[in-house]
């Protein structure tokens, strides 16, 4: 693994959370609409995350020279953006503009709460990318100093 792909994959992980936080956002931002664009109420949004060349099906020694022997194919990536097949919330309110015959109208399957708690998991991931990408960086500079 070359010197500056640790750069890469650092950068990698910022930018997958940095697009998590953002679902996560817009989740949280569209928790109360019970009608989108096509007249359906708004779906939970999900990232799904996976490693850039996955060395799954590798033998522990293969994948490990692999690694050893290649600066490509490493970090995080953005696989797909899922929606959350999970049910929709009914309430009952047969004065709602979205109320059907028997007077129940659909929440989106937002809860809050888990977006909260997803959001400070991604925020958290951030912050370890960005501690490790200051670690190499620093480290840089101190092999800089070391040649001059």
């Given at each position: 693994?070359?010197?500056?792909?640790?750069?890469?994959?650092?950068?990698?992980?910022?930018?997958?959370?940095?697009?998590?936080?953002?679902?996560?956002?817009?989740?949280?931002?569209?928790?109360?609409?019970?009608?989108?664009?096509?007249?359906?109420?708004?779906?939970?949004?999900?990232?799904?995350?996976?490693?850039?060349?996955?060395?799954?099906?590798?033998?522990?020694?293969?994948?490990?020279?692999?690694?050893?022997?290649?600066?490509?194919?490493?970090?995080?990536?953005?696989?797909?953006?899922?929606?959350?097949?999970?049910?929709?919330?009914?309430?009952?309110?047969?004065?709602?503009?979205?109320?059907?015959?028997?007077?129940?109208?659909?929440?989106?399957?937002?809860?809050?709460?888990?977006?909260?708690?997803?959001?400070?998991?991604?925020t958290r991931a951030y912050e370890a990318n960005v501690t490790?990408?200051?670690?190499?960086?620093?480290?840089?500079?101190?092999?800089?100093?070391?040649?001059?």
């Amino acid at each position: 693994m070359g010197f500056m792909s640790s750069f890469n994959i650092s950068g990698s992980g910022m930018t997958a959370q940095r697009l998590r936080m953002d679902i996560i956002a817009e989740n949280i931002a569209n928790a109360k609409v019970t009608r989108t664009e096509d007249g359906t109420p708004y779906r939970r949004k999900v990232v799904v995350l996976s490693s850039i060349g996955d060395r799954s099906g590798l033998s522990f020694k293969s994948a490990f020279q692999s690694a050893a022997n290649s600066a490509a194919g490493e970090g995080v990536q953005v696989e797909q953006i899922l929606e959350d097949p999970s049910e929709l919330v009914p309430v009952y309110d047969p004065t709602h503009p979205d109320a059907n015959a028997d007077g129940y109208y659909y929440l989106p399957n937002v809860d809050t709460s888990q977006e909260m708690i997803d959001m400070m998991a991604a925020t958290r991931a951030y912050e370890a990318n960005v501690t490790a990408f200051n670690a190499i960086k620093s480290m840089a500079m101190k092999a800089l100093e070391i040649g001059t």
